[in-house]
């Protein structure tokens, strides 16, 4: 089976920009989440969508949005990027098909956003 | 409000020696403690987890061992070899609104000289 595909791998983005991520998960895991990696803050959580439906979202600002396909592929956007958007965002996806604890992350390799 | 402490932050251990991280977490509702390993360039890939009803796992040279009283786990690497030096992270996952989702550590970057 083919992992989680993140694209593009590195994007660099200027102030005030919107930038679109896409994640396509292993086939067949229909929750894909979002995490933002820094040095600062490590792996914190943005949001995890099942069935094209979001049912869970993190801490972040409403600039942060993303949506999943009847596919089970997803996408992020950022609005109005800011400095601190910089970093690794990362999907993962799950078989689980429904509030199941001990269902893995599998994780993609990241898209490295840069914002200059 | 870090709800999950991980230590130390960086370890550098000889090889063949024993490398041990430690988290500690603070929410009772937490249930399910995996741990993920993380290359330069790569996502995170779950190494190994366990469930509180359980005091220790072993897979391999890796261990994690679970105190539920002091809400603490650690995963301890036996015979530490180069090609382990990696970033881990512990995670704890627990029922948020409709789906378990994990908290993670701030990570501990080891390196293991050969």
């Known amino acids: 089976k083919a992992g989680v595909t993140q694209t593009p791998r590195y994007l660099i983005k200027t102030r005030g920009q919107q930038v679109t991520l896409s994640c396509s998960p292993i086939?067949?895991?229909?929750?894909v989440s979002w995490y933002q990696q820094t040095p600062g803050q490590g792996l914190q959580f943005l949001f995890e969508?099942?069935?094209?439906?979001?049912?869970n979202k993190g801490n972040f600002p409403g600039r942060f949005s993303g949506r999943q396909f009847s596919n089970s592929r997803s996408e992020m956007n950022v609005s109005t990027l800011e400095l601190g958007d910089s970093a690794l965002y990362l999907c993962?996806?799950?078989?689980?098909?429904?509030?199941?604890?001990?269902?893995?992350?599998?994780f993609g390799n990241g898209t490295r956003l840069t914002v200059t | 409000q870090q709800q999950v402490k991980q230590s130390p932050q960086s370890l550098i251990v000889q090889k063949g020696g024993i490398s041990i991280i430690n988290c500690a977490y603070e929410?009772?509702?937490?249930?399910?403690f995996p741990w993920y390993q993380q290359f330069p360039g790569k996502g995170p890939a779950l190494l190994i987890a366990?469930?509180?009803?359980?005091s220790e796992k072993k897979e391999g040279r890796f261990t994690i061992s679970f105190n539920k009283s002091a809400k603490q786990f650690s995963l301890h690497i036996m015979d530490s070899q180069p090609g382990d030096s990696a970033t881990y992270f512990c995670?704890?996952?627990?029922?948020?609104?409709?789906?378990?989702?994990?908290?993670f550590g701030r990570g501990t970057s080891l390196i293991v000289h050969p």
């Open positions: 993962a996806s799950s078989g689980g098909t429904g509030p199941i604890s001990n269902s893995p992350l599998h």
């Open positions: 086939s067949g895991h229909r929750s």
């Open positions: 969508y099942f069935s094209e439906t979001q049912r």
């Open positions: 929410n009772t509702a937490f249930d399910y």
């Open positions: 366990i469930r509180p009803d359980v």
């Open positions: 995670a704890a996952t627990g029922l948020r609104g409709g789906s378990y989702i994990p908290t």
